[in-house]
């Protein structure tokens, strides 16, 4: 197995069909200098979505759909392109740039090629979006085999460019599906294997998403499951045999030494996505714990070394005619918007989204809720058993004439803070597993939900609804979305 490589955070050169590119201007890189700047970046008018087969019955790859969302264009709130990919049985599922804002100082990068990780079979598929941002094609496909034969590494998540040119991709797990052969891929500015990020033996039991902050000199990530464990559907038994994590692991950046390790034990199950705050002089982020449902806030001591608080609870919901007594929202996606005001997470189960203004990060104060699906909306079979024994259920718009099936999943917000897009499918297996033939059968949708960024406060949007049941090849299932010009939970600062 391939040792680490060394990261530097000097500028690159990146090249295409071998000649030196260059950006949109002369003097600045792909991205904005800061996150403030970015929030007066243009309004988007197309978001890349990662839509799923595999799992529903549909014998057809997975593919990259281009949707409209300019509300001045015929065919807003459509998809308006696709481009499937070669193989079958991919599951695609969360997506990376190879340039960001993390390069913006250097003349000679391009945010032009997105990269599809695929979380079961472990290709790693390169879509260049510049040529013709409406229409992707694809660029390149990375092989499993070549991944493992020169990493040992399998079943990559989260993609990351650096300010070197590479490209970061957490992978969870070795080729059989074990946790303990987590760790980091390092692919080259041309989507070559390079080798391993992690210093040899730095790397602990699960993987999953991470954030690196690079004026503290530090990188943080959490741990999901055990592919072996969480591939075949989710099991209570396995947390309770060691199968899921409950950590975070803070590196040394760049260097890639594991540094600490804080167990967030029974309050911090399933720590999923982990963010910075964007303010790149700040020493503070969140991770949303599934299972537990709760919003951790990890931070800086006077130390030098990281502490951890719980800083919301999602509190479980006594049900009736469910699998278990008690249902946890399962907080699944968040964000945080550019000028580091708002916070905003999921309940997949439970089907709301919610605000917070985290002006005081360790005080974070509700200030909108809407709910969009959910097991508990009404006229599901699972109702909810309120403090004084009464049985009740939530009220849940239609968009458009349309029920909204599963629950709230994946979120993406606009440049300017204003607009929250979100999607409903978690994982294939998971989403049969849970909203079974309603989500599988019907397919995803997307949603938009307008944001008061002057006193908090969410509402749907009524008038835009992609329908991802309605799709040619049949129903799929709608995971992660991007921007062409870069979003929140892609671009990082220097």
Wanted: one cysteine or more; hydrophobic letters at 35%.
């Amino acid at each position: 197995m391939a040792g680490a490589v060394e990261v530097k955070q000097g500028k690159s050169q990146i090249f295409f069909n071998g000649a030196e590119s260059k950006g949109c201007c002369a003097d600045k890189g792909p991205g904005y200098a800061s996150p403030l700047e970015a929030m007066s970046g243009p309004r988007e008018t197309l978001l890349y979505v990662t839509c799923v087969y595999h799992g529903t019955e549909i014998e057809k790859p997975d593919y990259l759909a281009t949707v409209d969302v300019d509300p001045s264009s015929p065919s807003y709130s459509k998809v308006i392109h696709r481009l499937p990919v070669p193989h079958i049985g991919d599951e695609l599922h969360h997506s990376g740039w190879n340039a960001c804002s993390s390069c913006h100082g250097d003349p000679s990068a391009v945010r032009r090629f997105l990269i599809l990780p695929s979380l079961l079979s472990s290709r790693i598929y390169v879509v260049d979006t510049a040529t013709n941002p409406r229409a992707p094609s694809l660029h390149k496909v990375v092989e499993p085999t070549d991944i493992v034969q020169k990493t040992g590494l399998a079943y990559p998540h989260t993609s990351h460019c650096l300010a070197s040119g590479e490209i970061m991709v957490s992978c969870l797990g070795d080729n059989d599906g074990n946790a303990e052969g987590s760790g980091f891929l390092l692919l080259d500015s041309d989507f070559n294997v390079k080798g391993r990020w992690e210093k040899p033996g730095h790397n602990p039991p699960f993987g999953y998403d991470f954030w690196y902050q690079p004026q503290h000199k530090t990188m943080i990530s959490s741990s999901w499951g055990a592919p072996a464990a969480f591939t075949k559907g989710f099991n209570l038994e396995h947390v309770k045999d060691g199968l899921y994590g409950r950590h975070l692991y803070v590196y040394s950046w760049p260097g890639g030494e594991l540094k600490q390790t804080l167990d967030l034990g029974n309050s911090g199950l399933l720590p999923l996505e982990t963010r910075f705050l964007h303010d790149p002089s700040k020493d503070i982020g969140f991770v949303g714990c599934a299972l537990s449902s709760n919003m951790v806030r990890f931070f800086k001591t006077a130390d030098g070394t990281w502490n951890h608080e719980v800083v919301i609870s999602v509190q479980p919901l006594k049900v009736k005619n469910w699998i278990l007594p008690e249902m946890p929202g399962l907080i699944t996606d968040f964000l945080i918007s550019l000028d580091d005001r708002y916070l905003y997470f999921v309940n997949w189960l439970h089907g709301d989204v919610r605000q917070y203004n985290i002006d005081d990060p360790a005080k974070p104060v509700l200030s909108g809720q809407v709910w969009v699906g959910g097991l508990l909306q009404k006229g599901s079979n699972v109702v909810y058993v309120t403090e004084d024994g009464k049985e009740s259920q939530f009220d849940v718009p239609e968009i458009k004439g349309n029920r909204l099936r599963g629950g709230p999943q994946m979120i993406q917000l606009s440049l300017d803070g204003k607009r929250l897009y979100v999607t409903n499918s978690l994982f294939s297996v998971w989403d049969r597993q849970f909203y079974g033939l309603d989500l599988v059968k019907k397919g995803s949708h997307m949603l938009q939900i307008d944001v008061d960024t002057e006193r908090g406060g969410l509402t749907v949007n009524p008038n835009f609804f992609v329908d991802f049941g309605a799709e040619p090849d049949g129903p799929s299932l709608a995971h992660e979305m991007r921007y062409p010009g870069g979003d929140c939970t892609s671009d990082i600062w220097m």
